[in-house]
């Protein structure tokens, strides 16, 4: 098998991969808006274009000259719906400009001009010699990569520059994700442009065999942890909506050992202070905060962080990170024994809480409470 055979492997793989991938997120049980959508316009998007230039390598395509010389320019489409679902994602779809309408006015009137193209060759050159139409799809193809590449770049702008349209997704998602692969996605782009060039110049298409594979191996893979991403993001919000009209969450302190009652140091005084500690971290919600710092809770309260960690560790048993993620586990017990948060994933409930990373999240909850997340939420 030579590399051009596991290209195309790959290629028709994918395709299948694509739409089982809209076939689980459309039938799914799971709601899902406009993000999703969009979302799933790029993946099928890439399939419709990754099949129709399968079938043509493979010699599958019709004998037919007006099927065989339309060319669906069906990689029109893909950065369009990638960048509304951008803006639906960062939630600033209402803050810039759609390029939906005009991108789908482009694509009829693309095929409109090749059907008239086909017909003119058809009918009134001699042979049907296909040169005119092989000249359009060169310029064709010329604008549509200017086209998405002024899309792709105002995506990057908003992700990389606007910062202001994006505080409230910030709270929810540090984008790394995104910003990764928005520079992937100019890796393709550039590649686009050269396999381009070369088959201008030359009018070999070998130099697209890397640009399909690439192409389908980060758009397929941004179109599964887009979606993973979206749902994470929609429960963390649903989750603080929550979290903010709970205003109560665990018991109060339990009382003092024998021990620790004939210690100096436990007395009123140091128990009020603890009491403020606790009640200040738990009232204002500063231990959902994942970059939370004991220096920064010490100031607020003006007291200084020796004192601050010597009542933390007395009072709680627990240094300062400890304790806050003693908090943290409480927070998520409750989520994850109400039947209502049941459809919740853990993650998203392990990050809304104030840890900064799946693992964290399980290493603290199964170290206060001997299991794991999953194995807790089984029992309700």
């Not at 050269?194 to 179109?223: D, M, P, Q």
């Not at 943290?328 to 392990?350: C, M, N, P």
């Amino acid at each position: 098998m030579n590399f051009l055979s596991i290209v195309n492997f790959l290629l028709i793989a994918g395709v299948i991969q694509g739409f089982g991938f809209n076939l689980v997120t459309v039938f799914g049980r799971r709601k899902f808006g406009k993000v999703v959508i969009f979302l799933n316009l790029v993946v099928l998007f890439i399939s419709l274009n990754n099949l129709q230039r399968w079938l043509i390598d493979n010699g599958f395509s019709s004998d037919l000259f007006l099927l065989k010389q339309l060319l669906v320019p069906w990689y029109v489409l893909i950065f369009p719906m990638f960048y509304a679902f951008t803006t639906h994602f960062l939630k600033i779809n209402d803050k810039v400009n759609d390029f939906i309408k005009p991108t789908l006015i482009l694509f009829a009137i693309e095929i409109i001009i090749r059907l008239c193209l086909i017909s003119y060759v058809y009918y009134e050159i001699p042979n049907r010699d296909v040169v005119l139409i092989e000249r359009y799809t060169n310029i064709e193809d010329i604008f549509n990569l200017i086209y998405c590449t002024f899309l792709f770049l105002n995506a990057w702008l908003l992700v990389f520059r606007r910062h202001h349209l994006l505080e409230y997704i910030l709270a929810y998602d540090d984008l790394s994700w995104l910003k990764w692969f928005i520079c992937l996605g100019l890796v393709v782009v550039i590649f686009w442009a050269v396999a381009l060039s070369i088959k201008t110049v030359t009018g070999n298409e070998s130099a697209y065999v890397f640009l399909r594979l690439s192409s389908s191996i980060l758009l397929y893979w941004i179109g599964y942890l887009g979606f993973y991403k979206y749902n994470v993001v929609e429960d963390r919000i649903f989750l603080r909506s929550s979290i903010d009209a709970d205003r109560v969450l665990i018991s109060p302190e339990k009382n003092l050992s024998p021990e620790k009652q004939t210690d100096e140091f436990f007395n009123d005084k140091h128990q009020n202070d603890f009491n403020k500690i606790q009640s200040y971290l738990i009232d204002e919600k500063l231990y959902l905060d994942p970059l939370l710092s004991m220096e920064s809770v010490a100031s607020d309260l003006g007291m200084s962080k020796s004192y601050f960690s010597k009542l933390i560790n007395s009072y709680s048993n627990n240094n300062f990170s400890d304790f806050i993620n003693s908090l943290r586990v409480e927070q998520a017990k409750k989520f994850l024994s109400d039947d209502e948060f049941s459809q919740y994933t853990i993650v998203a409930i392990g990050l809304e809480c104030g840890f900064n990373s799946k693992s964290t999240f399980y290493s603290a909850f199964k170290k206060f409470t001997s299991e794991t997340p999953t194995t807790y939420r089984e029992q309700f």
